[in-house]
């Protein structure tokens, strides 16, 4: 698939601009704060309805202005479908060749993006939040079925969280009640575990292979750490977990917390026996989330069977030039690609030839070339 076009109104440092996009590589160059990101968030936006970054959806909206539009044409094999996202302070609308989308979850598998920006060393040196939100991200763009199942375990979570600081207060308890809630939170805990670990399994696929090609170094693979040690395959799956979340029972109630689940799920990233998060360089990091990047794509390709859109955020400048190289192998005209960088002159000339060209200055884009 590939993003024929987009338009901004309102959105972040611009007015209003339309650029229409190479299918395969474009590059975006401009000085620091010239609104490189910020393009690239409105395209992330348009596809997955919030930004990459961790912020409130009204910081969007152009300052001294009410709302914020984002329009875009997505081509898929030979069907051409529109796409549109319109914020203001109360309320987002989405819009899917016209029509309004009311369940986020029909909204977000039409357009896939993989996106990677300096910020994603945080994928390994941050929170465990970090790599649930990167979960749940990803597995929402590959199955519609995992946001609402989500959705529905968080609403519980919610619930049942409100209840123990209930009980916690009024020191009495509904056993019946807080049972079925209980079981209820465990049955969609468990899908989701399922699809957490079969979408790491699906990564351990590709990623060693990826990462030794980029780097040389063997042995690169991803844990899936749960929060509670069970077994998910084992059919007795649901009965061993009731059984754990019993014996938290009262520590949970002093706690006014939900202590197991995938709320409290995370990842780790090994080189061989090497934990990244706590012993790996920065640049073995890096070049982890890169790895993870491009093991994405080749996930999307075969389990999907689609090619999504890869955003490339100014990462070359913290790359070195032989990894570049590696990296540069991986993006051909097969996936559409949109690069920002501060320098054009680190990208080698024979990809530019390949590439549309765009510069950036204060919120105004300008085509520079098309592709030779
Ligand atoms: N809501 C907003 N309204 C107007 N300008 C904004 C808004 N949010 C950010 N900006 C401006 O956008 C610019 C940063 O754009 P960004 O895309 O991050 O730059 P870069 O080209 O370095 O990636 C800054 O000048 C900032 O003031
Ligand atoms: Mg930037």
């Not at 309102?10 to 401009?30: A, D």
């Not at 051409?80 to 302070?89: G, H, K």
């Not at 949970?252 to 706590?278: A, C, Q, V």
Request: aromatic content about 12%.
């Amino acid at each position: 698939m590939y993003l024929k076009n987009v338009e901004l109104v309102n959105f972040r440092n611009y007015k209003h601009i339309k650029v229409s996009f190479n299918k395969g590589i474009n590059i975006i160059y401009g000085k620091n704060a010239q609104g490189k990101t910020n393009l690239l968030e409105s395209i992330y936006l348009l596809g997955l309805t919030n930004s990459h970054r961790n912020i409130l959806d009204n910081s969007l909206i152009n300052n001294g202005n009410l709302f914020l539009k984002v329009k875009g044409n997505l081509k898929k094999d030979k069907i051409s479908n529109d796409l549109e996202v319109y914020i203001d302070e109360r309320k987002k609308v989405l819009k899917f060749d016209n029509s309004i989308i009311n369940k986020v979850s029909d909204y977000i598998s039409n357009m896939n993006i993989i996106i990677f920006t300096p910020d994603d060393l945080e994928l390994i040196k941050g929170s465990p939040q970090v790599r649930r939100k990167f979960l749940n991200v990803e597995l929402s763009q590959l199955y519609s079925n995992y946001y609402v199942v989500l959705n529905e375990y968080e609403k519980l979570l919610k619930i049942r969280n409100e209840y123990l600081k209930n009980v916690y207060k009024n020191h009495k308890i509904d056993d019946n009640y807080f049972d079925i809630l209980t079981s209820y939170l465990v049955d969609k805990a468990i899908i989701i575990y399922k699809m957490r670990q079969k979408f790491v399994d699906k990564f351990n696929l590709f990623c060693q292979d990826i990462y030794k090609d980029i780097t040389n170094y063997d042995n690169f693979r991803i844990v899936y750490k749960k929060s509670i040690d069970v077994d998910i395959n084992d059919s007795n799956v649901k009965n061993i977990m009731l059984l754990k979340f019993r014996e938290k029972k009262d520590l949970e109630i002093k706690l006014s917390s939900t202590i197991y689940g995938p709320h409290r799920d995370d990842l780790e990233f090994y080189l061989n026996d090497i934990n990244l998060k706590f012993y790996g360089s920065q640049g073995q990091q890096r070049l982890a989330v890169l790895t993870l990047k491009l093991s994405e794509i080749e996930i999307f390709k075969k389990y999907k069977e689609s090619v999504p859109i890869l955003l490339l955020d100014d990462i070359f400048s913290e790359i070195d030039k032989d990894k570049r190289d590696n990296l540069l192998k991986y993006i051909n005209k097969d996936i559409q690609t949109i690069i920002t960088t501060t320098d054009v002159d680190t990208i080698d000339d024979k990809f530019i030839k390949k590439a549309k060209l765009f510069q950036i200055d204060s919120g105004k884009i300008k085509k520079i070339k098309e592709v030779i």
